[in-house]
């Protein structure tokens, strides 16, 4: 029995197919105790029973969220009393913004200022005013409410068109984004 115990340790665990024999009987090992403690279920059970009503793991009130959804409902933005619109705001600047060319940066700038966010503000800051690519509007400004604190305006201009993202965290509506698509 020593030797056989000393034969199986030094020569048979020591080689590939010693390793690959204790490996196998370990695993069959694991999986036999696993069915012994499992029990003897019936074995063909779940493919055999089929459910008599489609399986949902989706609340059946709740709202749509996939990709075929239908459009949320129009958000109308929210405007406090006595402070202008999203779509006076985008008008104004506009205009502002149409100025540039002829005039000063620091002016084009202080024009800009009172109708922009201060990330804007610092966006824009060293912008040329001479780069704006339009001279004149041709149409009012079209709004995409997002939220009732965010808005998407395109302003239909000779050159293209001038969209505009205004947001109104803290009351006023102000620009945030701007940006230029030619026709």
């Known amino acids: 029995m020593r030797r056989a115990l000393e034969f199986l340790f030094t020569r048979v665990l020591r080689s590939r197919l010693g390793i690959a024999l204790a490996i196998a009987v370990l695993v069959f090992g694991v999986i036999g105790t696993a069915r012994l ?14 459910p008599t009503q489609p399986i949902s793991t989706v609340d059946p009130e709740a709202g749509e969220d ?20 999203p779509e006076q705001v985008a008008g104004r600047f506009t205009t502002a913004w149409l100025a540039g060319p002829g005039s000063t940066g620091d002016a084009w700038q202080a024009r800009l200022r009172p109708l922009s966010t201060p990330a804007l ?15 004149r509007t041709t149409g ?12 998407e305006a395109l302003i239909p201009l000779d050159d293209g068109t001038l969209r505009l993202e205004l947001v109104a965290p803290d ?8 940006d230029w698509e030619r026709s």
């Open 37 to 50: 403690v499992s029990g003897s279920g019936d074995g063909g059970a779940g493919v055999a029973v089929r």
């Open 171 to 178: 009351g006023p509506w102000l620009v945030d984004a701007v």
């Open 66 to 85: 996939g990709v075929l959804s239908s459009p949320p409902a129009a958000v109308a933005p929210k405007t406090r009393p006595g402070e202008p619109t």
């Open 140 to 151: 009012p400004p079209t709004l995409r409410p997002r939220t009732e604190t965010f808005v």
């Open 121 to 135: 503000v610092e966006k824009m800051a060293g912008a040329d005013p001479e780069t704006v690519p339009a001279r």
